[in-house]
């Protein structure tokens, strides 16, 4: 176990690296120490090569199964399948691998239409818990999501149009039943309300106020809040996206 056993305020201490980018291993580590594990099945989408990921940890070292999916890379070595998602095709690509109705952990961080692949996981399996990339440019109090457009393909650097606020993620979670429990500035973790049963165990669980984090300042992103490109671009917010879809 990758974190250590002392009594919590928040996850932030749990954090730790194996192979993901910002600490990822160590709070899925913790996650799973608390609601257990069923299939031991993970589900990561937009994992590069698969060499810097959230689910390398769970396979290498835990022993998991699973299967990695991307737009550019493939290895059979590592079950890495090259696919470019989108909302009309995710359920499809699910069902041409067999992959469980239920599942474990489920990832995905594609710099784009993320909220829309998560809607249509979620709608059509369960997962114990995920983790997805937010938006942290859009601030705490923003219910924004992109408008979807299935070619939209990683923001450049510096373009906060990508992906959503982790307010519509935390609305869209919610409605599906799971709560917020870890945010990193860059990811985060929700897991299913089924599998919660000690409230010490989440300081916090489902407090976006309290959990919500900004960007890590070594990557140079904050100035950013203060751009007005968000102002002027063209947002969805999920409370109106998951009334549409109801």
């Not at 299939?39 to 699973?66: A, H, M, P």
């Amino acid at each position: 176990m990758l974190c250590n056993t002392m009594p919590i305020d928040n996850l932030d201490q749990y954090e730790a690296q194996a192979f993901s980018q910002f600490g990822e291993d160590g709070i899925t580590d913790y996650i799973f120490s608390k609601i257990g594990s069923e299939n031991f099945y993970f589900v990561e989408i937009g994992t590069q090569d698969g060499s810097e990921c959230n689910t390398r940890f769970l396979r290498e070292k835990l022993k998991w199964n699973g299967i990695q999916i991307d737009a550019k890379y493939e290895n059979p070595a590592i079950n890495l399948k090259k696919h470019m998602v989108t909302r009309e095709n995710i359920i499809d690509i699910f069902k041409s691998y067999d992959i469980p109705q239920k599942f474990d952990y489920f990832s995905l961080d594609i710099d784009g239409i993320d909220w829309y692949v998560l809607h249509e996981v979620l709608t059509h399996y369960e997962v114990r818990a995920f983790v997805c990339e937010y938006n942290a440019c859009l601030g705490v109090k923003r219910d924004q999501v992109i408008e979807y457009n299935a070619e939209f393909w990683e923001a450049g650097p510096y373009n906060i149009y990508h992906g959503a606020s982790l307010k519509a993620f935390c609305n869209l979670a919610s409605a599906k039943g799971y709560s917020l429990v870890h945010s990193n500035g860059v990811n985060a973790f929700f897991i299913n309300n089924k599998y919660w049963t000690k409230e010490e165990d989440f300081p916090n669980m489902g407090n976006l106020e309290k959990l919500w984090k900004d960007y890590p300042e070594f990557l140079g992103y904050r100035f950013l809040h203060d751009h007005s490109t968000h102002e002027h671009a063209n947002f969805n917010t999920s409370s109106l996206l998951l009334e549409l879809n109801k």
